[in-house]
């Protein structure tokens, strides 16, 4: 019997009584722990289903842990049928204005989270993260999401949101990957602290109401989809990243053909303008595949500079150009773009 599977079976209860319907507190536990025994747990530690026993006792495990004036319409344990399906699905509401800590295979066992209080959710070293998360969260505080491995890659799936309605965005050791996300499933997000790594588009980059900081070894990965987008890519890293860690533009994989060559040149462009504007402290890398160009020209201190291209197809290439120096002492030292 897990933890997540008690937690679920309590839940499911709750939203069958409806919110805020008090539970007998002795009942709804022995019945708790009953009904967990019928929750399938998957080897990641998620919810998998439920039994048909399950489906049969936890109307009436609430309509007896329920007290009559309580209970409104529902006459019998049956009423509560027609309501069972969706509260499989239940929210978990959190305690306001408190700090609460959640194993993510307890965060999915439910169509969503919210509440107020600080949250942080913890991503287990052995789980696996090949696939796409769903994640519903909705808080009135700061979301913490903690890996216990440094290479796990969480990635939100398009039916997820991130709602922390004024709060920040904290992501420790592994990568958190909002790219599928809708532009209107990331909002609230006052700022972004980061101490490894972050995955996000240039409307959510622009949705932040604050910025990104964080530790100097932090890495942000911004996903450009047109000219336009690589464009304003470059305003928002100027207003909204404060920290000297590193900043990667990548074009979007979906990007029709016919318009690739074109946005990896205004990404070249970005990342030439940003490396070599002193008012930007950020190390900016652009993430391309072997450049469509033969040679990129550069004006660099008032003179015009000329970095050729090798032009390849399957080659993996890295070119070395403008390493960040201090342009007034060290006019003739190179800035360095990296293509991977």
């Known amino acids: 019997m897990s933890n997540v599977s008690q937690i679920y079976a309590k839940a499911v209860m709750q939203e069958l ?17 009953i009904l967990s025994r019928q929750v399938i747990v998957e080897d990641d530690g998620t919810v998998g289903g439920v039994t048909s026993a399950f489906d049969s006792l936890a109307p009436v495990f609430t309509f ?61 070293a052995g789980m696996t993260l090949e696939a796409a998360r769903t994640l519903a969260l909705d808080l009135d505080g700061n979301l913490t999401v903690r890996f216990q491995g440094e290479d796990q890659v969480l990635t939100l799936s398009p039916d997820s949101s991130l709602l922390l309605n004024g709060g920040t965005l904290n992501v420790q050791n592994g990568t958190l990957n909002l790219t599928q996300l809708a532009d209107d499933a990331f909002t609230g997000v006052e700022a972004i602290d980061i101490a490894s790594s972050v995955v996000l588009t ?68 970005v990342v030439m303008s940003l490396s070599t504007n002193p008012l930007n402290p950020q190390k900016v890398e652009a993430s391309l595949p072997p450049p469509p ?32 120096q201090d342009p007034v002492s060290s006019p003739d030292e190179p800035y360095r773009l990296l293509f991977t």
């Open 17 to 33: 009584a409806g919110e805020g319907i008090e539970l007998n507190d002795s009942l709804q536990g022995i019945f708790t722990r």
């Open 64 to 124: 007896v842990a329920t007290s009559p004036e309580n209970r409104g319409a529902i006459a019998s344990p049956f009423d509560y049928q027609a309501l069972l399906e969706a509260a499989k699905n239940p929210v978990l509401r959190l305690d306001a204005d408190a700090s609460h800590e959640l194993d993510m295979a307890v965060a999915q066992a439910f169509g969503g989270v919210r509440g107020a209080g600080d949250l942080t959710l913890n991503v287990p």
């Open 202 to 269: 240039v409307p959510q980059l622009r949705a932040l109401s604050g910025t990104i900081n964080g530790s100097a070894d932090g890495r942000i990965e911004i996903i450009v989809r047109s000219e336009e987008e690589a464009q304003e890519a470059e305003a928002l890293i100027l207003d909204k990243v404060d920290n000297d860690f590193l900043t990667v533009i990548v074009p979007s994989a979906d990007v029709p053909q016919a318009s690739r060559d074109a946005l990896y040149q205004s990404i070249e462009i």
């Open 293 to 324: 160009l033969t040679a990129f020209r550069v004006v660099y201190d008032g003179s015009a500079k000329e970095i050729s291209f090798v032009n390849a197809v399957e080659e993996v290439i890295e070119v070395d150009s403008w390493l960040r």
